[in-house]
């Protein structure tokens, strides 16, 4: 075995017994476990953060079935790759002409491929001529098109549990062709673990690296030997462990607070720890309802364009497009008044059940369903003065339950005097 290479890959598994967590999906009754072992796995999507196994899991699969296996990374591999990959898998399927030998194709980050990329995986994976093993950090739901995410089982692993995280560090003192010889002495972990944010890798690769820094026997391992050795090599904003989700909430709460200022220092965080754009214009989304609303209803215009935008053009382009979408929402004012109206909405559902829909407003597509009263008296909003009448439109069980609260800003003001001067006292505005 090569010196040169990091110990997280001297010990990377090559069997399910030798995998260490992610029980739930390769523990002994557990569903891809059960799989493997019945030789008919499907076509897979492996969703969770760096360092929980994903491709080493797609490996152990492959070897485990003694199936052909062919690995892309969407970082580098274009619809060209792809096709002739799947040519070599229809060609060497044809070699091996017996079932359950289709080739296994494993494309890391597939959460990177474009559509057309995608689009190209669906006929061979539709056909059987590929088994797909695709994985991502990012949810599915939204990176993988709907087509291919219906033709693949998704499985989520989880990082790994502090146990696990203890299991690898004593298996890398005991196991490691390198470290079983040395005296290592791990007397407070607590450092390794919180700098890890639960990725194996990184808990490997910093392990070594300290190791490697004291030289000399004994090796004693405390939190402050590991900060000192390992903080330098700690990145400013790491995508995949805990910075990733301080930095997400400075940038969110900077925005909400209206400091544009703090919004673009966290952005630029972000953008230089190589942040999918995607990711980042996602959650501007969200804010933009989320914290502002009705308050200006542009900035949900702004923030969704931004998202179209970034969709079509990469980095560098695009942190531009984000920086200004970034100050434009710090700018806006700010209304959670709409969260607030859905969230309670919902809390009356739950209480109250699902209350009947008054009879006027029911439709009565059929003889029977008129003749049972269905839309009888409904106003229809168009045949009266202003376009509006009074009637009621809540079950009869809750009458007058005001769940819109408009918060106090220009537009939402306005608001708030219309339904007012509409409703008079029925929802208290």
Same mark, same amino acid.
């Given at each position: 075995?090569?010196?040169?290479?990091?110990?997280?890959?001297?010990?990377?598994?090559?069997?399910?017994?030798?995998?260490?967590?992610?029980?739930?999906?390769?523990?002994?009754?557990?569903?891809?476990?059960?799989?493997?072992?019945?030789?008919?796995?499907?076509?897979?999507?492996?969703?969770?953060?760096?360092?929980?196994?994903?491709?080493?899991?797609?490996?152990?699969?492959?070897?485990?079935?003694?199936?052909?296996?062919?690995?892309?990374?969407?970082?580098?591999?274009?619809?060209?790759?792809?096709?002739?990959?799947?040519?070599?898998?229809?060609k060497q399927a044809t070699e091996l002409s017996f079932e359950g030998t289709d080739p296994?194709?494993?494309?890391?980050?597939?959460?990177?491929?474009?559509?057309?990329?995608?689009?190209?995986?669906?006929?061979?994976?539709?056909?059987?001529?590929?088994?797909?093993?695709?994985?991502?950090?990012?949810?599915?739901?939204?990176?993988?098109?709907?087509?291919?995410?219906?033709?693949?089982?998704?499985?989520?692993?989880?990082?790994?549990?502090?146990?696990?995280?203890?299991?690898?560090?004593?298996?890398?003192?005991?196991?490691?062709?390198?470290?079983?010889?040395?005296?290592?002495?791990?007397?407070?972990?607590?450092?390794?673990?919180?700098?890890?944010?639960? *990725?194996?890798?990184?808990?490997?690769n910093i392990f070594e690296l300290v190791i490697n820094a004291l030289k000399e026997s004994?090796?004693?391992?405390?939190?402050?030997?590991?900060?000192?050795?390992?903080?330098?090599?700690?990145?400013?904003? *790491?995508?995949?462990?805990?910075?990733?989700?301080?930095?997400?909430?400075?940038?969110?709460?900077?925005?909400?607070?209206? *400091?544009?200022?703090?919004?673009?220092?966290?952005?630029?965080?972000?953008?230089?720890?190589?942040?999918?754009?995607?990711?980042?214009?996602?959650?501007?989304?969200?804010?933009?309802?989320?914290?502002?609303?009705? =308050?200006?209803?542009?900035?949900?215009?702004? =923030?969704?364009?931004?998202?179209?935008?970034?969709?079509?053009?990469?980095?560098?382009?695009?942190?531009?497009?984000?920086?200004?979408?970034?100050?434009?929402?710090?700018?806006?004012?700010?209304?959670?008044?709409?969260?607030?109206?859905?969230?309670?909405?919902?809390?009356?559902?739950?209480?109250?059940?699902?209350?009947?829909?008054?009879?006027?407003?029911?439709?009565?597509?059929?003889?029977?369903?008129?003749?049972?009263?269905?839309?009888?008296?409904?106003?229809?909003?168009?045949?009266?003065?202003?376009?509006?009448? *009074?009637?009621?439109?809540?079950?009869?069980?809750?009458?007058?339950?005001?769940?819109?609260?408009? =918060?106090?800003?220009?537009?939402?003001?306005?608001?708030?005097?219309?339904?007012?001067?509409?409703?008079?006292?029925?929802?208290?505005?």
């Amino acid at each position: 075995m090569s010196v040169h290479k990091p110990l997280a890959e001297r010990l990377r598994p090559v069997s399910l017994s030798d995998f260490i967590a992610q029980e739930h999906l390769v523990g002994e009754d557990a569903i891809l476990n059960t799989a493997i072992k019945s030789g008919n796995i499907p076509s897979m999507i492996l969703w969770g953060p760096p360092g929980v196994g994903k491709t080493t899991l797609a490996t152990i699969i492959a070897e485990s079935l003694d199936r052909p296996f062919y690995a892309l990374s969407a970082i580098n591999s274009g619809v060209k790759d792809v096709r002739e990959v799947i040519d070599r898998a229809k060609k060497q399927a044809t070699e091996l002409s017996f079932e359950g030998t289709d080739p296994i194709l494993f494309i890391d980050e597939i959460h990177r491929f474009s559509k057309s990329q995608q689009d190209s995986l669906l006929g061979a994976v539709e056909q059987g001529v590929i088994t797909l093993i695709g994985a991502t950090t990012e949810n599915p739901s939204f990176e993988v098109i709907s087509p291919l995410l219906s033709r693949c089982q998704v499985y989520i692993l989880k990082s790994l549990e502090k146990d696990d995280l203890l299991k690898l560090l004593a298996k890398a003192t005991k196991s490691d062709t390198l470290l079983k010889h040395k005296a290592i002495e791990l007397k407070e972990t607590e450092a390794l673990l919180k700098i890890s944010g639960g *990725d194996a890798r990184k808990l490997l690769n910093i392990f070594e690296l300290v190791i490697n820094a004291l030289k000399e026997s004994p090796y004693i391992i405390t939190n402050d030997v590991v900060m000192a050795h390992a903080q330098q090599h700690i990145a400013l904003y *790491d995508k995949g462990g805990e910075q990733h989700y301080d930095v997400v909430s400075a940038f969110i709460k900077s925005m909400r607070g209206s *400091d544009p200022n703090a919004a673009v220092y966290w952005l630029a965080r972000m953008i230089k720890g190589g942040e999918d754009p995607k990711f980042i214009a996602r959650r501007m989304l969200i804010l933009a309802s989320e914290d502002i609303g009705n =308050a200006n209803p542009t900035a949900l215009v702004m =923030a969704n364009n931004c998202f179209q935008a970034i969709n079509v053009i990469g980095y560098p382009e695009s942190e531009l497009i984000l920086s200004q979408t970034a100050i434009y929402l710090a700018n806006s004012p700010k209304s959670n008044a709409s969260y607030k109206a859905i969230k309670d909405a919902k809390s009356m559902v739950e209480d109250k059940g699902a209350l009947p829909v008054p009879l006027h407003l029911r439709n009565a597509p059929t003889k029977l369903m008129e003749e049972l009263n269905y839309g009888k008296d409904y106003q229809y909003t168009h045949d009266h003065a202003g376009n509006f009448s *009074d009637q009621e439109f809540l079950p009869d069980d809750i009458s007058g339950a005001t769940f819109y609260q408009p =918060a106090d800003n220009n537009r939402e003001n306005d608001m708030r005097a219309r339904l007012k001067a509409l409703w008079g006292s029925k929802y208290g505005y």
